[in-house]
């Protein structure tokens, strides 16, 4: 599978974006999705999953309460909404599919499939 995020860009604190991840291929709802981020000098970092249906989701500590994870498996594509953005939520933002097992999965090395990342960039 082949995957294309979009939707960064520069936003104020407190302000929103939502992201999104284009995905190719007819597995997609076979796969558990996620988030991650990397800011730059730390390593990449888990920020939501989700399941193949769509029915569980689950968030770093850091995001709960104001991102939301969500997927089209009739579109193959899947979702971040960003809400009440802070200057330590920039990072580059990638989308990840693994192949195999159930949600939760929290680990890059759980994920076979990545996205080439998008930039978030929060103002203070």
């Known amino acids: 599978v082949q995957l294309q995020a979009s939707g960064g860009g520069l936003v104020q604190s407190g302000g929103s974006l939502r992201l999104s991840c284009a995905a190719s291929?007819?597995?997609?709802?076979?796969?558990?999705m996620g988030w991650f981020r990397q800011a730059p000098g730390k390593e990449r970092e888990f920020v939501a999953t989700?399941?193949?249906?769509?029915?569980?989701?689950y968030y770093s500590d850091s995001v709960k309460g104001r991102f939301t994870i969500s997927r089209d498996n009739d579109k193959t594509m899947l979702y971040l909404q960003m809400d009440n953005l802070k200057p330590e939520d920039t990072a580059i933002y990638y989308c990840?599919?693994?192949?195999?097992?159930?949600?939760?999965?929290?680990?890059?090395?759980?994920?076979?499939?990545w996205g080439q990342g998008t930039q978030v960039t929060v103002s203070s």
């Open positions: 990840a599919a693994a192949s195999r097992g159930v949600a939760p999965k929290w680990e890059p090395n759980d994920y076979d499939y």
């Open positions: 291929g007819r597995s997609f709802h076979t796969y558990v």
């Open positions: 989700i399941s193949w249906r769509g029915d569980r989701a």
